[in-house]
């Protein structure tokens, strides 16, 4: 594989501001964590979104087009881990 292989798998946080202090903004820390940890950071590309309209049952996060409600900092880990492996 080339050196500048595309990511293949994509991790979106919501930034807005309800998701952000509901969780994301430790969310983000875990994540940036887990692919620095795993060097999967060529493989995975991590970004953040505006508001989706779920505040509500935020935090937000999606992982390749899956959404996760509710995604809670204790539960960021094994959300990763269960997408990426141990
Ligand atoms: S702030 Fe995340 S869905 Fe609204």
């Not at 940890?37 to 989706?52: H, S, V, Y």
């Amino acid at each position: 594989m080339s050196e500048d292989a595309k990511p293949t798998h994509k991790i979106s946080l919501c930034l807005g501001s309800s998701c952000f202090v509901r969780g994301n903004e430790q969310n983000l820390e875990t994540v940036e964590n887990f692919l620095k940890e795993r060097d999967l950071e060529a493989q995975i590309e991590l970004r953040g979104l505006r508001c989706r309209e779920d505040c509500a049952r935020g935090p937000r996060v999606e992982i390749d087009g899956k959404v996760y409600l509710e995604a809670a900092p204790e539960k960021m880990l094994a959300i990763l881990k269960s997408n990426f492996g141990e």
